[in-house]
């Protein structure tokens, strides 16, 4: 789950369950699906947005014998909105390109760049609306950093929607570092 402020308000939350089963299919390769459902929740003032959230993946992965891991996904599922009349609910249908690399004993890199299309239900304006998303991250994992068990992972991530409606087209870049303990 999360949540999430604005201008120092609350303003979104989110809450459910991921469930992952994936099997080994050979030595180098994976086989998984997942299934992802919870509740997208909003401040009063724009309740309208609150879904229930129902998605699916299928998942393959190829490992090599130097850490190299590449995996290709497809994603599916709908927000199923919760007030009647609202625009909200959608149907999605997307892919994904994952990649993970080892650097040395100490590091990390990961890259990833998927596509997911959301078809929604009702008319915004008056119109029918339909969103493409791209998006791409790029992190670099640092392990023991300082003090054993502290990992730092520096990343960027940029998003691109379009839209069938031209308040909801909008690209962001996003910079941002992770902190992560594990204790041994």
Do not use: C
Not at 7 to 24: C, K, P, V
Not at 137 to 157: I, M, T
């Amino acid at each position: 789950g999360y949540h999430g402020a604005r201008d120092g308000e609350s303003n979104e939350s989110f809450a459910g369950a991921d469930l992952m089963i994936g099997q080994r299919m050979s030595d180098n390769w994976d086989l998984s699906f997942g299934l992802q459902g919870g509740a997208q929740r909003f401040d009063t003032a724009i309740d309208v947005l609150d879904v229930d959230r129902l998605l699916y993946s299928l998942t393959a992965a190829r490992r090599y014998a130097n850490g190299l891991r590449i995996s290709i996904g497809a994603i599916g599922g709908n927000d199923s909105e919760r007030e009647a009349g609202s625009p909200y609910g959608n149907s999605k249908l997307g892919v994904r390109a994952t990649l993970g690399l080892p650097l040395g004993r100490g590091g990390r890199l990961a890259a990833s760049l998927g596509s997911l299309r959301s078809d929604y239900d009702g008319l915004f304006f008056g119109a029918s609306r339909e969103d493409t998303q791209v998006s791409g991250y790029l992190e670099f994992e640092f392990r023991d950093v300082l003090v054993k068990g502290l990992s730092v992972a520096p990343r960027v991530r940029y998003v691109d929607n379009d839209s069938d409606i031209a308040l909801y087209k909008y690209d962001r870049s996003e910079i941002g570092v992770g902190l992560k303990w594990t204790g041994r």
